[in-house]
């Protein structure tokens, strides 16, 4: 009997666990990445040409990264006029609605996704387990709450079309640690890359030497004549930003 309770608490674990990391990992066309628009800088990041499943590429979203907006980036878009502030505009507005309710998911996350998988594997799954399982819920019905009221009155309407997406998580609480990202897909929040590196936004060194790496493996890769001299403007203009850091 405790040989099948043991088992069964290691596989509660195991699945709080998967759960929580499926929802890390994403799927992306080839050519597209994402933006995490954090507090201080915009971060880029793309997916290797060597994770591929199929017709997409895999990227493992930072868990971290990922409570703050994050929009799908373009790499053969157009410019398009505007994008930027677009961009700015409705991250700003979803970041407004976030803010009160972060640290509540911060710390429902921690317990749905720590606490409770150690306390399972050490105790088991008792009267405690049930307890946590409870103080999560409360605590993402609370950010929930925040978020609905949170914000300018703009702001509250459009988080509140969003209740589907609001709820999903109640089914599957480890979900509730991507709510920024999922929102952040039904906000639509997606810009060319040629944008974001024509603009001033800041982007840090690593990054732009990731980036140029991956335009150089696209490149390798395509046989396009229009796509190949889209790729050498690309690569011009990061390279003139990492010219300005080297300065």
Known sequence: MSTLLGDYNRLLALSIWLFFAS??????????????????????????WRAAFGRRLALLVNPIQSFWPMADVQLFAPSQEGAMNNLVVSAHQLARSMRRARPLLF??????????????????????FIALAGV??????????????????ADRHRIGEQWKTLLEPLLCLPYGAHLCRKLSERYGLS??????????????????????????????????????????????????RLAGHSQ
């Open 23 to 48: 929802g890390l990992l994403v799927f992306k066309s080839p050519g597209h990445g994402v933006a995490y628009l954090g507090p201080r800088e915009m971060r880029l990041r793309f997916p290797s």
């Open 136 to 153: 999560g819920y409360a605590l993402y019905a609370a950010a929930v709450g925040l978020l609905l009221r949170s914000g300018k009155r």
């Open 191 to 240: 810009v060319p890359l040629i944008d974001v590196l024509r603009s001033q936004a800041p982007l840090s060194f690593a990054d732009l030497q990731d980036l140029m790496s991956h335009i150089q493996e696209l490149r390798s890769t395509s046989n396009d004549a229009q796509e190949l001299a889209f790729i050498t403007e690309l690569q011009a203009i990061v390279e003139t």
């Open 107 to 128: 710390v429902a996350t921690a317990v749905v996704v720590i606490v409770i998988p150690i306390w399972v594997l050490t105790r088991g799954a008792d009267l405690i």
